[in-house]
T-cell receptor
Framework: DAKTTQPTSMDCAEGRAANLPCNHS???????VYWYRQIHSQGPQYIIH???NNETNEMASLIITEDRKSSTLILPHATLRDTAVYYC????????????FGRGTQLTVWP | DTAVSQTPKYLVTQMGNDKSIKCEQN?????MYWYKQDSKKFLKIMFS???????INETVPNRFSPKSPDKAHLNLHINSLELGDSAVYFC????????????FGQGTRLTVV
């Protein structure tokens, strides 16, 4: 599974869009990009995933570059409850059991 | 209703003891997992079960033994606990092995003293 790199921390004002970048320059053609988050003292929570096309759900949007070497998770209207560590992971869909979280990005949403 | 529930939430025990952590999911999922999150917050797979059968067993010491009495439960038993076993253990489930969305429990913080 490809290695991903993310900034250690980011800040965002409440109500504004939070854009979290992720680099995955060694991603292979059959690897998906997944985003999970972990709010303090809770279990990880699935957010979204994608392969090539941009994806949107009720939580967030995922923008994947055409060369698939990087992606951005967008929380359109961040709230205080979105403060969490966000993990970007790339892996083949059938290997969910190999999920491995690295350092992630600590997103702090301030009032 | 909690989708994936683990008990206990906190567990403090002495070295050498044997302890169990229980996990139950009410989502009707076929696949369940145990993950370990260490002090650096790295989360790694330990075991994966599909319909009560073991499908993934990462390099975990034999002191760790998962038990799945039915597909809604995956318990983790740990023998002869060591200081290095201190971590947060997460149970998770997904619809099946191919499904890509995992639901995690709240975690069990194990402290070995």
């Amino acid at each position: 599974d490809a290695k991903t790199t993310q900034p250690t921390s980011m800040d965002c004002a409440e109500g504004r869009a939070a854009n979290l970048p992720c680099n995955h320059s060694t991603i292979s053609g059959n690897e998906y990009v997944y985003w999970y988050r972990q709010i303090h003292s809770q279990g990880p929570q699935y957010i979204i995933h994608g392969l090539k096309n941009n994806e949107t759900n009720e939580m967030a949007s995922l923008i994947i570059t055409e060369d698939r070497k990087s992606s951005t998770l967008i929380l359109p209207h961040a709230t205080l409850r979105d403060t969490a560590v966000y993990y970007c992971i790339s892996l083949r869909g059938s290997t969910l059991g190999r999920l491995y979280f690295g350092r992630g990005t600590q997103l702090t949403v301030w009032p | 209703d909690t989708a994936v529930s683990q008990t206990p939430k906190y567990l403090v025990t002495q070295m050498g003891n044997d302890k169990s952590i229980k996990c139950e999911q009410n989502l009707g999922h076929d696949t369940m997992y145990w993950y370990k999150q260490d002090s650096k917050k790295f989360l790694k797979i330990m075991f994966s079960y599909n319909n009560k059968e073991l499908i993934i067993n990462e390099t975990v010491p034999n002191r760790f033994s998962p038990k799945s009495p039915d597909k809604a439960h995956l318990n983790l038993h740990i023998n002869s606990l060591e200081l290095g076993d201190s971590a947060v253990y997460f149970c998770a489930s997904s619809q099946d092995q191919e499904n890509t969305e995992a639901f995690f429990g709240q975690g069990t913080r194990l402290t070995v003293v």
